[in-house]
């Protein structure tokens, strides 16, 4: 034993002698960096020379050091040069990636040691800033592409309640990496992650974070985040990150009066110094976002995400208390601009990456590019939620309003069909006093034949209407009551459930149009043909160019009641095909299994479309409807209507005389050689 305390103070003192020769070595006055980079940057020159770059902005500062475990955190050993333009800098030699430091920045003839605002990981959110090299993770995937917005399902993940393998919150990004197959195997091509920047304790929703720049060091490092990442990609799932730009904290917070210097008792050179500006919903903590440092503090932050760690997007948590006081409160000018900027930096330097806002105002302007005056995101969190749910979950048919759902299908932002995300359930909308929908609908037995089929008929709204769908973690296996970031999900339910993530899987794979049958889920155009509010019924039309494989009809029944023989007005005659019946009884036993067949649209119009179809849905039920798309080796079928008819020789006779897909010997000129061609193959169907 006494053996082992002697080596153990041996070892130290060699530490610490070794540590002291540094910090005598450096006790001078460094010289102002000529490197690159804020807060702690790694370097390595050859294979002798390395170090570590220290900058931090302290404008009001008398003197500014860094404090190292090099150096016994000291106060003096290494003190930064002031750079003249509020900055302060100097190289460290020796120092390694891994140590850590604070900057000790002086005051009134008083050095108070600070976290670095910048520091790209942390011990804890009351611990030490650790020296990170960005470039010491190795990725794998190098080339992957978020898919196009109109075919994005977004699933929002908290990580620290997704998976807990031993049941004690939180779990990790490891953790969570277990849990990727199954959301492979359910369809989502896109997961939105809650804040993951460092935030005080261990458990929290994560929007108030302390240091942006920092990985929640409870969830894992900050490479294991980019692990986390990487075996999305490899699984062909974006991965989108919620930022926090509209308060910080306000607990565990060093960046408040960060160099001593405030104005009302307020937070310094980071934050607005009057109350009006500085007071948020979160407490006084508002960034000030006319000084240009704090503006590029967040726009490297933003960019950060997207390049260092290969994020697809982010999400702007309440962009509404950045661009504006408060709800009904003075505009913020600055805030407006800055994220115009940062969206112009994301539009240039990662075109295809999304940016979108919670705003809440239904403001077509957050939307609009910046170059018509917008705010230039390219999507934004839609309140559609709230009338929705009010749907499903009143107690009575008789209060379901069919044109509430009517103009919650139709509601958009400029014209766009990818300008809202849409939901009916997400992280606000299951706490803060409120729960799932399948506990909303059914308080006392959430898993039960009402809460099933209403919270289901909901998300089919969501799922088939124009926008982009998302769905909350755990709500394909009817996760109920509320949400708390210290309950990890309940994963037996996935058992317990399984025809419920089938049928959320099922509605997936035709959004995501993954058998070409479904296209027009992804389309641009939208009608709401059928609303009848007595038998509270809706049915609607998506579709991009129409045609087979294209058009899409969904029909909604918002009773108790079974609809059979129900007549509903279709866009072309022929044969429609019966692709999802949500009253299967594979979904649940208990369910009806009311017949959904393929129809014969004839030529009876109805609900102002010139075709009409006879059809059944189940009670609380919805069924899809679309035609076969043109077979392979049967390019006469022009419109796609699965039927070489009269109706493909008038899309021939349009162009004849010219080019165009009516050309079928490929002579460049559409001639009564193709007219021949056409009818040789009339009548030919691919029913």
């Not at 990170?132 to 794998?140: E, L, Q």
């Not at 108030?208 to 720049?213: A, E, G, I, Q, T």
């Not at 799932?237 to 405030?262: E, Q, R």
Request: net charge negative; with cysteine.
């Amino acid at each position: 034993m006494r053996f082992g305390t002697s080596l153990i103070a041996t070892t130290w003192l060699a530490t610490a002698a070794a540590s002291l020769c540094i910090s005598n070595a450096s006790a001078v006055q460094l010289v102002a960096s000529t490197r690159t980079g804020i807060g702690a940057t790694p370097y390595n020159v050859g294979l002798s020379t390395k170090g570590v770059t220290f900058r931090v902005w302290a404008p009001n500062a008398q003197a500014v050091s860094v404090a190292g475990s090099w150096n016994f955190y000291s106060n003096t050993s290494h003190q930064l040069a002031n750079e003249g333009n509020g900055f302060w800098s100097g190289d460290v030699a020796n120092v390694n990636v891994g140590v850590q430091y604070k900057f000790a920045v002086k005051y009134n003839n008083v050095f108070t040691q600070k976290n670095d605002p910048r520091a790209r990981d942390l011990t804890n959110s009351v611990g030490y800033s650790v020296v990170y090299d960005p470039n010491s993770y190795a990725w794998t995937n190098s080339n992957f592409q978020i898919a196009n917005w109109n075919e994005l399902v977004v699933y929002e993940m908290h990580i620290g309640a997704f998976w807990v393998p031993d049941g004690s919150a939180p779990g990790t990004y490891t953790d969570a990496i277990a849990k990727l197959d199954h959301l492979k195997s359910l369809g989502v091509n896109c997961v939105d992650l809650l804040p993951m920047a460092e935030f005080p304790g261990d458990i929290s929703w994560g929007y108030n974070p302390s240091y942006p720049f920092a990985v929640e060091s409870a969830y894992g490092t900050p490479n294991d985040l980019k692990h986390f990442v990487d075996e999305c990609h490899t699984r062909g799932i974006a991965v989108v990150n919620d930022v926090v730009f509209n308060h910080l904290g306000p607990n565990d917070m060093d960046m408040w009066k960060f160099d001593g210097w405030s104005q009302n008792n307020l937070g310094g050179i980071y934050f607005y110094n009057d109350t009006t500006r500085a007071t948020t919903p979160w407490g006084n903590t508002r960034m000030d976002y006319s000084r240009a440092e704090v503006r590029q503090y967040i726009r490297d932050n933003a960019m950060m995400w997207l390049d260092e760690f290969r994020m697809d997007g982010l999400r702007w948590d309440g962009t509404k208390y950045m661009r504006r006081t408060d709800q009904f409160g003075v505009d913020i000018p600055e805030g407006w601009s800055l994220l115009q900027w940062c969206n112009d930096q994301i539009d240039a330097q990662f075109p295809g990456k999304i940016s979108i806002a919670e705003d809440f105002d239904d403001n077509d302007w957050v939307t609009k590019t910046t170059g018509a005056g917008g705010c230039g995101f390219d999507s934004q969190w839609d309140w559609v939620v709230h009338s929705i749910r009010g749907v499903i979950e009143a107690t009575s048919d008789s209060s379901r309003s069919m044109a509430t759902i009517r103009d919650d299908i139709l509601q958009n932002y400029n014209g766009s069909h990818t300008q809202r995300v849409i939901y009916t359930e997400s992280h606000d909308e299951v706490a803060n006093g409120k729960t799932r929908a399948p506990s909303a609908i059914s308080p006392a037995a959430p898993g039960n034949w009402y809460a099933r089929k209403r919270s289901t008929l909901g998300a089919a709204v969501i799922m088939f209407s124009p926008g982009i769908p998302m769905l909350f973690m755990g709500q394909e296996f009817l996760e109920d009551g509320y949400f708390d970031a210290n309950d990890p999900l309940d994963w037996t339910k996935a058992t317990t459930y399984s025809g419920i993530v089938k049928l959320y899987r099922d509605m997936i794979s035709l959004r995501r149009n993954l058998n070409s049958e479904t296209k027009g889920l992804t389309g641009a155009n939208t009608n709401v043909f059928h609303v009848n509010d007595w038998n509270k019924v809706i049915g609607w039309h998506r579709f991009e160019n129409g045609g087979g494989g294209d058009d899409v009809v969904v029909i909604a029944n918002f009773s108790a009641w079974p609809l059979n023989n129900y007549r509903v007005g279709m866009p072309r005659s022929g044969m429609w095909r019966c692709r999802m019946n949500s009253d299967w009884n594979g979904y649940a036993n208990d369910y009806a299994n009311t017949l959904c067949v393929d129809v014969e649209a004839n030529g009876n119009s109805y609900d102002g479309l010139s075709q009409s179809a006879v059809l059944n849905v189940g009670a609380y039920s919805f069924v899809v409807y679309s035609q076969d798309g043109a077979v392979v080796g049967n390019p006469a079928d022009l419109d796609g209507s699965c039927l070489v008819d009269s109706g493909d020789l008038a899309v021939m006779l349009l162009d004849f005389g010219g080019p165009g897909p009516g050309d079928l010997d490929g002579d460049g000129e559409i001639s009564s050689a193709d007219v021949s061609l056409l009818l040789l193959d009339f009548g030919w169907s691919c029913s």
